[in-house]
T-cell receptor
Framework: EPEVTQTPSHQVTQMGQEVILRCVPI?????FYWYRQILGQKVEFLVSFYNNEISEKSEIFDDQFSVERPDGSNFTLKIRSTKLEDSAMYFC???????????FGSGTRLTVV | SQKIEQNSEALNIQEGKTATLTCNYT??????LQWYRQDPGRGPVFLLL?????KEKRKERLKVTFDTTLKQSLFHITASQPADSATYLCALDYGNNRLAFGKGNQVVVIP
């Protein structure tokens, strides 16, 4: 069964550093997403991406964050100048048509120290 | 703002029984309502989707209902098995390319 692949599975970074989280969505999917889940909290929407541009973003997704699809397969989330409160699981997801169920990756656990 | 409520207490249920979970929301009804399963340290796994004009949807041992008057969805697992033990997430989809998740309801199936 096709899956969404995320790397790395764990990332520890110092406060103020930049991190890039990587995702390979399912190949025939057209919609891509990033969500995050702080430990013990609900899954929160960050951003959706379609046709090489952001289609929706939440209030969490401020200037500190950016997304990119650098080639035909990868989808990245960059977090500049990380803060302690950025520590969370970050999930990438993709969807064929933006209407059905989403396929989520296993996540990257980001720890900011 | 929209609130999505799922029971914060874990549901402990005997193997073979039916587990029923509730998802309540405020404000306006979504175009779609989705249910996901999440295991510890893993990403959500899509289970079922129901549209606002549908009353009920089934998939194998799973059944979802959607009542836009009550602003409520019920999720049923029939003939529950220990392997069904997980957290189940309700997610509202307003057709705007973003899901709003509830906090989830943990199910523990006791052998």
């Amino acid at each position: 069964e096709p899956e969404v692949t995320q790397t790395p599975s764990h990332q520890v970074t110092q406060m103020g550093q930049e991190v890039i989280l990587r995702c390979v969505p399912i190949s025939n999917h057209l919609y891509f997403y990033w969500y995050r889940q702080i430990l013990g909290q609900k899954v929160e929407f960050l951003v959706s991406f379609y046709n090489n541009e952001i289609s929706e973003k939440s209030e969490i997704f401020d200037d500190q964050f950016s997304v990119e699809r650098p080639d035909g397969s990868n989808f990245t989330l960059k977090i500049r100048s990380t803060k302690l409160e950025d520590s969370a699981m970050y999930f990438c997801a993709s969807s064929e048509d933006g209407r059905g169920g989403y396929t989520f990756g296993s996540g990257t656990r980001l720890t900011v120290v | 703002s929209q609130k999505i409520e799922q029971n914060s207490e874990a549901l402990n249920i005997q193997e073979g029984k039916t587990a029923t979970l509730t998802c309540n929301y405020t404000n306006y009804s979504p175009a779609y309502l989705q249910w996901y399963r999440q295991d510890p340290g893993r990403g959500p796994v899509f289970l079922l989707l129901i549209r606002e004009n549908e009353k009920e949807k089934r998939k194998e041992r799973l059944k979802v209902t959607f009542d836009t008057t009550l602003k409520q969805s019920l999720f049923h697992i029939t003939a529950s098995q220990p392997a069904d033990s997980a957290t189940y997430l309700c997610a509202l989809d307003y057709g705007n390319n973003r899901l709003a998740f509830g906090k989830g309801n943990q199910v523990v199936v006791i052998p």
